[in-house]
Nanobody, 122 residues
């Protein structure tokens, strides 16, 4: 499975961005997730969604501001980010998992995209 993330950029606080993650290759993916890593910090869970799109989960800091979605026809996962804050600044990574349940730990995702930088200015 190859994952290609895109959509990052520089935005002012309060603004919005939409990240995309296109998946290609043979996959038995059961869920997809977005993680982020700020300088000097560990990679942290942001959001995850079942491959059917029926279930979605969010980390507390982004609840109500971010929305994860999936287009099965395009094999693409999206992360719509709104009301962005400077603390959202990080490299954002998409990942897919073959686990039978949605997981929130980076180590349980087997495939990763290359990361896309999101910078939120105050």
């Amino acid at each position: 499975v190859q994952l290609q993330a895109s959509g990052g950029g520089l935005v002012q606080a309060g603004g919005s961005l939409r990240l995309s993650c296109a998946a290609s290759g043979r996959t038995f993916s059961r869920s997809a997730g977005w993680f982020r890593q700020a300088p000097g910090k560990e990679r942290e869970f942001v959001a995850a969604i079942s491959w059917s799109g029926g279930s979605a989960y969010y980390a507390d800091p982004v609840k109500g501001r971010f929305t994860i979605s999936i287009d099965n026809a395009m094999n693409t996962v999206y992360l719509q980010m709104g009301d962005l804050k400077p603390e959202d600044t990080a490299v954002y990574y998409c990942a897919v998992s073959t686990a039978r349940v949605i997981v929130f730990t980076a180590g349980l995702y087997g495939y990763w995209g290359q990361g896309t930088q999101v910078t939120v200015s105050s």
